[in-house]
């Protein structure tokens, strides 16, 4: 799959994301962002306040990011299943603060001041939404 194509749907604000952790016990957390971004075609940065996905994230570093744009039919959905480590953990500097400023002008000031950190991921690999050949 084309990493340009998906960074282009990934950055689309229409776009649904669920983001995927799992903790050191291998308990399993699925939750919806709209903070990601790819950055380039290695680069994932997100928001992210104290929930179960940061804390997993803390245990366990692997993460799997869809992506999806619906269609008429789930076989008009496009999308991609993008699979991350964190790189780093931001709890403070540029990026945390560009962030909060764009989550404070969508949401207020109660939803940026809930980020705690900006996370940097580097993208292990990527497949289809819906990959016929698995």
Known sequence: MDRKQIM??????SRIGVLSTA???GE??????????MLDRETVIMAIGNNRSYRNL???????????????NPSEWKGARVYLEVD???????LLDSFR???RKMAGDKSANAIESAI????????????ANP
């Open 88 to 94: 780093s953990f931001e709890r403070y500097g540029e």
């Open 23 to 25: 903790n050191k016990n």
């Open 120 to 131: 940097r991921f580097k993208i292990t690999g990527v497949r289809p939404l819906i990959d």
């Open 58 to 72: 803390q245990e366990n570093p692997k993460a799997t990011f869809i992506v999806v744009e619906p269609g008429g």
């Open 28 to 37: 399993v957390n699925s939750a919806v962002f709209g903070s990601p971004q």
């Open 101 to 103: 400023d764009k989550i």
């Open 8 to 13: 282009k749907m990934f950055n689309r604000q």
